[in-house]
């Protein structure tokens, strides 16, 4: 049986493709004795294999996760790709192109030598316009807004201060002061009425030095729909000049700019950018699904994932952030979710102003790679796991949240909360369920930061499900679930299934060794007398999930005057109704709270 998960689709592995001969190969990730051929080019099987799974899933496939030959070479012909024995490791031109390429040459002298493919293909245009036609419906291009260039006619809106500062800088650069000569924008390359979104197409000479100065005084805020990051690197690689007239980049670095943010103002869409060096796009064709899906998949890059709808109570104690739908576990996505957070937040106006000491995730919010030096021998007991071992999985959480919780998110998230909760799981393929069984080692940690101080404190899953009991690394320390917090008072801390060592549904069924945990958990619990209950499932996916637990937190412990459950409203083999149509938020809480939900971006 194959151990390549089989939700890698064909669409996966050509965006791995795409990747892979845009950003190349890493060293020691070449191929041997078999290529993957695709556009008369070459590329390492096992490598695309674990780029696709990344795209799919978040994580980069390990190697000795799968095995290469029979195994990648057999699945990926089953997705109708093709392999070939080769010797180039996969990082080159396919020997089949290069000997048609000579042939040629050979045979027809008066042929022409194939031309190579540019920027400039106008070809990639018309297909660009077709993949957007066939996706949204209605496309029209070349579309004209009667959008003005002059900076006084956007006195009275939200982005004047932000083009005044642009425009300021791009005066200030070189010293050209009279660029602005059109007074209407000249059309956009595409918009899209339904959903009402602009797409712009990038030539190289779109990344100048001006440009990339008036990107650098985009608020962090201000919604795009492309990577103000990556546009600017693009600007510093490229570094393109066109003086004729003298003024043109900044003339056109101020047309890019109002094409960005106008079209807030109109109430449309973020603007979407592509580089036009990005892909071959007239390689696309619209007919066929993938190629589709493909190409919405490259539209959406550094687009919003999510949208954020805030569901808020009065005088909230805490803020929780639902997930309605899958979640990749990535620093990636957690940081653009804690930021749209953020943006909603600070763009609600019953909000704005109001703070809480706490804002909580769900269990695996961010994930992190299995240290390849903890094994099975040097954790000893996963029940009752080494401490070199544990300390060594805590040691890797917290530089996962390192590089999630930069100094700018932090200072973000400290003007509306005291401390942040965040599920932080070892990447594993299986989410922790009762039903799943899990063999692999695996860690389900939670971590509670001061947003004002960046200092960490750390507790992890006590009460593993029957089927993972043999392969998660438990935290045996109990006393690590309970912290005292300013003005809440005791906090007790529980990951996903800890939440059922309250519950006695089927107690006379559990094991001696369950019940005694049970137990003293539950006597430790009385002792310390909490005031509030913060619980980090994987899923909530129906409002019974965790009722019963619940209701034994209520009676065994009077103490707690709030409590709160955050997990993703998802399951992985079933349709579930919407979210706002059942009771699940309402039924995983006590006290009133804000509720920033987020659901899958439409466009």
């Known amino acids: 049986d194959t151990m390549i998960p089989a939700i890698i689709s064909r669409q996966h592995i050509l965006q791995a493709i795409q990747q892979a001969r845009r950003d190349g190969v890493p060293r020691g990730r070449h191929s041997r004795g078999f290529c993957l051929a ?24 390990r190697s000795d996760e799968f095995n290469g030959g029979r195994e990648s070479n057999g699945f990926l012909r089953s997705k109708e790709f093709k392999v070939v024995e080769c010797t180039c490791g996969g990082i080159g031109p396919s020997t089949e192109s290069v000997v048609q390429k000579v042939a040629t040459r ?3 002298t008066s042929a022409d030598p194939p031309r190579r493919h540019s920027e400039r293909c106008p070809e990639c245009k018309l297909r660009i316009g077709q993949m957007l036609e066939r996706i949204y419906g209605t496309c029209l291009r070349d579309h004209r807004f009667q959008w003005s260039t002059q900076l006084s006619d956007y006195r009275a809106t939200p982005i004047f201060r932000t083009l005044k500062t642009v425009l300021d800088s791009l005066e200030a650069h070189r010293g050209h002061r009279n660029f602005v000569k059109a007074s209407r924008i000249d059309p956009c390359d595409f918009f899209m009425p339904k959903p009402g979104f602009v797409v712009e197409l990038d030539e190289s000479q779109h990344f100048t030095v001006p440009r990339r100065l008036a990107l650098s005084h985009y608020p962090p805020d ?24 003298p003024f043109r980049d900044e003339q056109r670095a101020w047309y890019d700019t109002l094409r960005d943010m106008a079209p807030l103002v109109e109430g449309l869409r973020p603007t979407v950018r592509l580089n036009i060096a990005d892909y071959q796009w007239c390689s696309l064709n619209p007919d066929r699904s993938d190629d589709r899906a493909l190409f919405d998949g490259l539209l959406s890059r550094g687009r919003p994932k999510w949208e954020v709808d805030a569901e808020f ?15 990749s576990g990535s620093a990636e996505d957690a940081a653009e979710l ?23 995730t769900c269990a695996a919010f961010l994930e992190f790679e299995w240290p390849p030096d903890i094994t099975r021998s040097s954790i000893g007991d996963c029940w009752n796991p080494s401490a070199d071992a544990l300390m060594a999985l805590f040691r890797a959480g917290e530089l996962a949240v390192g590089r999630l919780l930069t100094p700018q998110l932090l200072e973000r998230l400290a003007g509306f909360t005291d401390y942040l909760t965040i599920g932080v799981d070892s990447s594993k393929d299986t989410v922790s369920t009762t039903e799943n069984y899990i063999s692999v080692l695996h860690a389900e940690l939670v971590v509670l930061v001061n947003t004002r101080t960046g200092h960490q404190i750390w507790t992890g899953k006590s009460y593993p499900t029957n089927r993972q009991q043999g392969s998660l690394v438990r935290v045996p320390d109990l006393d690590t679930h309970f912290v005292r917090l300013p003005g809440v008072g005791h906090v007790m801390i529980l990951g996903c299934h800890d939440l059922n060592m309250f519950n006695n549904r089927n107690l006379e069924n559990t094991g001696p060794v369950r019940r005694d945990l049970k137990n003293s958990f539950r006597q430790l619990a009385k002792g310390r007398r909490p005031t ?56 995983t809480k006590q006290g009133s709270s804000i509720d920033f939900v987020a659901h899958v971006n439409p466009t």
């Open 106 to 108: 050979s045979f027809d």
């Open 338 to 360: 804690l930021n749209l957070v953020c943006d909603t937040w600070d763009s609600v106006d019953e909000i704005r102003r109001v703070r809480t000491s706490l804002v909580m």
């Open 532 to 587: 509030a209950v913060l619980h980090h499932p994987h899923t909530m996916p129906s409002s019974h999930t965790w009722a019963s637990a619940w209701g034994w937190v209520r009676t065994e412990l009077p103490s707690v005057k709030w409590y709160a459950g955050a997990g993703r409203y998802h399951h992985a083999e079933k349709e579930l109704a919407p979210l706002e149509s059942t009771n699940v938020l309402s039924n």
């Open 313 to 327: 109570d009065p005088e909230p104690w805490i803020a929780r952030i639902i997930i309605d739908g899958p979640w």
């Open 222 to 245: 201000f919604k795009v729909g492309f990577s103000v990051e990556r546009w600017i690197s693009l600007c510093e690689e490229h570094k393109a000049k066109d003086n004729d007239p």
């Open 38 to 61: 695709h556009d008369s080019r070459h590329y390492p099987p096992k490598y695309i294999i674990a780029l696709a799974h990344k795209i799919a899933l978040g994580r980069l496939l």
